[in-house]
């Protein structure tokens, strides 16, 4: 019983965190604050000593996955900024055609929820998928359902994305290996959730064709945008490097220098770098723009993520306080010997934070928290914790997060008609996604 009195202040904290965030519509950094003094407190943590862990949760969380953040998103943005993204999937949705272009969108979706933030993708592929679906004589629905559904499970699942980067730190699980498994446990949930989820769902094929105005394209014919190889083959450095530096580790000496060389170009801060700065010249000065221009890009990126990245600060004070108090053991403690997955118990608590805080990355951050403890006391592999805390975190979302409303006020739609498309899409990737690392987990 002594056990489940730390669970229980998690429990009541949560709430709080509910009630604070969708009731009172208090912002989620101050939110996460509040609730995290509060549980340090009811466990009988002293004052300074919660100064302390503030400091080093904020600081620790901030110092592992605040410049791949940024650098993520500098990197998207560059693509943006010169055409490079548009041209990705002007090429990828022309070679598909009419029959295969759910198929074609999934690719185009998966590509962009790598390489740059879920709302700058989102006001990339709505106007362009709009557009053909408008000429293929298709309903929009059809085609926006497979593209936004690749895009939130890749943007969920795989660096250099934020909720996937701070929980790869926080459950210290190799980079290559989270890129080959989750790539495993991203295919079968974008196919039932863009694929198969859209013939299920009745009268999607009647909503009318939004009227974009408010989401105006980029003029980049003044830029020499890259051939369609090299305009792939960027975004995509930082896997290639991480892949190769775990590949390398399995099959070469670990002394050897190619080892050496990868390990370092596949750490995530510098394969992300090295992207980046190959982003600058190709995205930039190549295609015709100068280094200030470039700049300008970056800077815009980063205005548009430091909200995001102050929250998961928060979430990450939450996490030490978690920590610092011993509430993780507790609740190791608590389970064991209860007949359920700690990956199901993983993806629950953070289903709850995401309901609670509106924020991906913060309920992922923040799940990390109390469920890492369970991976040594269950022999658990740190990376399908990882990718169960992940699809977790992209599940059907409420009004309090941003994505809902997006959806909803840019294609007009009901609040049912929301839960309908964009809530359906993210449970189907979320409860398809667990469902695979479950599966997983039977092997590894």
Request: charged share 10%.
């Amino acid at each position: 019983m002594e056990h489940w009195i730390p669970v229980l202040w998690v429990v009541i904290a949560i709430a709080f965190l509910l009630f604070l965030t969708v009731k009172v519509k208090l912002h989620s950094m101050i939110a996460l604050l509040l609730i995290a003094v509060f549980v340090a407190f009811a466990e009988g943590m002293d004052a300074t000593t919660l100064v302390k862990t503030i400091s080093k949760g904020a600081g620790s969380t901030l110092g592992g996955v605040g410049l791949i953040i940024v650098l993520g998103a500098a990197l998207g943005q560059l693509m943006t900024d010169c055409g490079a993204s548009k041209k990705i999937a002007d090429t990828i949705v022309k070679s598909c055609g009419v029959r295969f272009l759910q198929w074609g969108l999934l690719i185009v979706g998966t590509i962009f929820g790598i390489a740059m933030f879920f709302e700058v993708a989102f006001m990339i592929v709505v106007p362009l998928v709009v557009s053909i679906a408008r000429e293929a004589k298709i309903p929009y629905m059809m085609l926006i359902i497979p593209v936004l559904a690749a895009v939130a499970q890749a943007h969920s699942l795989l660096p250099p994305q934020p909720g996937p980067v701070a929980l790869m730190d926080a459950f210290g699980a190799d980079s290559g290996s989270i890129y080959m498994l989750g790539f495993v446990v991203l295919i079968p949930s974008i196919i039932c959730a863009g694929i198969i989820l859209p013939r299920f769902l009745k009268d999607i094929d009647t909503y009318a064709m939004p009227n974009l105005g408010n989401l105006k394209e980029i003029d980049t014919s003044k830029y020499k945008v890259p051939s369609f190889g090299i305009c792939l083959l960027i975004p995509l450095l930082p896997a290639i490097f991480m892949i190769g530096n775990t590949v390398a580790s399995i099959f070469l000496d670990k002394k050897s220098i190619a080892v050496q060389v990868l390990s370092f170009l596949g750490s995530p801060n510098i394969s992300l770098l090295v992207a980046v700065l190959v982003a600058i010249y190709v995205f930039g000065v190549r295609a015709g723009r100068t280094i200030s221009e470039a700049s300008d890009s970056i800077t815009s990126a980063i205005k548009g993520i430091s909200t995001v990245v102050l929250i998961i600060g928060a979430g990450g004070v939450f996490k030490e306080v978690i920590i610092d108090a011993g509430i993780g053991e507790h609740i190791a403690a608590a389970v064991t010997g209860l007949p359920i997955s700690p990956m199901i118990l993983a993806w629950f608590i953070t289903v709850i934070i995401r309901w609670a805080t509106g924020q991906g990355a913060v309920s992922a951050i923040t799940a990390a928290g109390i469920v890492g403890p369970l991976i040594p006391v269950f022999h658990v592999d740190p990376t399908l914790m990882m990718l169960a805390t992940a699809v977790g975190s992209n599940t059907i979302t409420m009004p309090n997060d941003a994505a809902f409303w997006m959806m909803k006020e840019t294609f007009n739609l009901t609040m049912a008609q929301t839960f309908k498309t964009w809530g359906l899409l993210e449970l189907t990737n979320s409860v398809v996604g667990l469902v695979v690392v479950l599966l997983l987990s039977l092997w590894i």
